[in-house]
């Protein structure tokens, strides 16, 4: 293991030597993050394809809650905190998955399994790769973190895609308080299996070399905007199916319109309540998280079609675009 160690952090300490790819690495990196995927899911769902938008969300906030809940139950360090390393970025959470390589490999993969042309899947792969290098070149992840990654994200997407049209024809056959209901269940069970585990590692300290990196490590506000996240898709796919099916077609015009008309209610909602919502102490930031989160995909997914369909700024699923 030490040998292994020493191994990863030699490479880790020679990437950036390779000059020059500061700026490219970090903004492969940016792919990866929650800000990134604000602008891509509703631009997938509202300006594309909106069954594609609509599971590609489910694929992201399922990779993302099994990332954070594997970072707590391994929770190892970042190269960085070990100050073996400089890191170019900072991080708070565990390492082990690296949820940039996990989520890079489910989503990229997701779409190109969507698209289903060649050209799709050599774009995927190749983006889930530079994202995953610009992991190790920041000096945030091992390369066994990477690794663990690609593993989990396409293991996860490959039950996923295997799962999901039985899942979707059985919560299709149910009313619509059902679909709700299942969603608010599943929503609680994402934010409260955290909590336990988290709880579970109450005795279990943090090594004294690398603590200090870690004080936020084990914070729960992942698992809460994921369980927020979950309750608005949800209740947003279900309300969708009945009273605002839309065409993602129609011309580029109309499109433009319609991304930024709805993803200025996505900056109303995801900014604005957190400007008024409080951030301590943790339990209740932790509500006002979840409630924020469900709001803003609620719009995202249910809300703004129903307000495009109304305005003309989409037509209905069942007309041609």
Not at 76 to 87: M, N
Not at 177 to 192: D, F, N, P, R, Y
Not at 213 to 236: C, N, P, Y
Request: include cysteine.
């Amino acid at each position: 293991m030490v040998i292994l160690l020493q191994w990863q952090l030699s490479l880790i300490t020679a990437l950036p030597n390779l000059g020059g790819l500061a700026g490219s690495m970090k903004l492969f990196s940016l792919l990866g993050e929650e800000q990134f995927f604000l602008l891509l899911m509703p631009l997938v769902y509202w300006c594309l394809d909106a069954g594609v938008g609509g599971k590609l969300a489910v694929v992201l906030l399922g990779s993302n809650w099994l990332s954070f809940s594997l970072k707590l139950a391994f929770h190892t360090p970042r190269p960085y905190w070990l100050g073996k390393v400089s890191g170019l970025a900072s991080e708070t959470s565990y390492g082990l998955p690296s949820g940039h390589a996990q989520n890079a490999t489910a989503i990229w993969l997701y779409l190109a399994y969507a698209i289903k042309k060649r050209r799709a899947w050599a774009a995927a792969i190749a983006l889930a790769l530079l994202i995953s290098l610009s992991r190790l070149y920041l000096g945030v992840h091992f390369l066994t973190d990477v690794i663990g990654g690609w593993i989990i994200g396409g293991a996860f997407l490959a039950l996923f895609i295997w799962l999901e049209p039985k899942v979707s024809r059985w919560l299709g056959g149910l009313p619509l308080w059902a679909q709700v209901g299942a969603a608010v269940i599943a929503s609680l069970i994402a934010a409260l299996l955290p909590v336990a585990l988290r709880g579970s590692l109450a005795s279990v300290a943090d090594p004294a070399e690398w603590a200090a990196f870690a004080k936020d490590a084990r914070s729960l506000e992942g698992a809460f905007t994921v369980a927020g996240a979950l309750l608005g898709v949800g209740v947003g796919l279900a309300m969708a199916a009945r009273w605002a099916r839309f065409s993602a077609g129609g011309p580029v015009a109309q499109r433009v319109i319609r991304f930024v008309v709805g993803f200025i209610g996505v900056l109303i909602l995801w900014l604005g309540l957190k400007a008024v919502f409080p951030d301590q102490p943790e339990a209740l930031a932790l509500i006002f998280r979840f409630i924020r989160y469900a709001l803003t995909t609620w719009w995202a997914i249910f809300l703004a079609p129903w307000v495009f369909l109304k305005t003309r700024l989409a037509d209905p699923a069942h007309r041609s675009a």
